[in-house]
Nanobody, 123 residues
Framework: VQLQASGGGLVQAGGSLRLSCAAS????????MGWFRQAPEKEREFVAA????????YYADSVKGRFTISRDNAKNTVYLQMNSLKPTDTAVYYC?????????????????WGQGTLVTVSS
């Protein structure tokens, strides 16, 4: 499966952005989907994951209550709605697909990755 992330940009602190991850090659409903991010000079970190059906979600503590992951399997797209953004949310955001059936925060368990989209939050 090929993944294409989009929707990044420059936003002021307190603002919102919605990221999208479009899949091609295979139906997205076959995969658990996750979002990760990597800030400059930092390791890649888990943000959120969603089950194949969309019925279960899992968030990093740092984004819980501010970010919402969702999916539209008919459109083969996963979303990350980001509200109340902080400068510490500045990073390249990646979507990833996992062939397993459980939600994971471990990047090495994901099988396919998109190219990333840059989110910059100014103070």
């Amino acid at each position: 499966v090929q993944l294409q992330a989009s929707g990044g940009g420059l936003v002021q602190a307190g603002g919102s952005l919605r990221l999208s991850c479009a899949a091609s090659g295979r139906t997205l409903s076959s995969y658990v989907m996750g979002w990760f991010r990597q800030a400059p000079e930092k390791e890649r970190e888990f943000v959120a994951a969603i089950s194949r059906s969309g019925g279960s979600t899992y968030y990093a503590d740092s984004v819980k209550g501010r970010f919402t992951i969702s999916r539209d399997n008919a459109k083969n797209t996963v979303y990350l709605q980001m509200n109340s953004l902080k400068p510490t949310d500045t990073a390249v955001y990646y979507c990833a697909a996992d062939r397993s059936s459980y939600l994971s925060a471990r990047s090495w368990e994901y099988d396919y990755w998109g190219q990333g989209t840059l989110v910059t939050v100014s103070s």
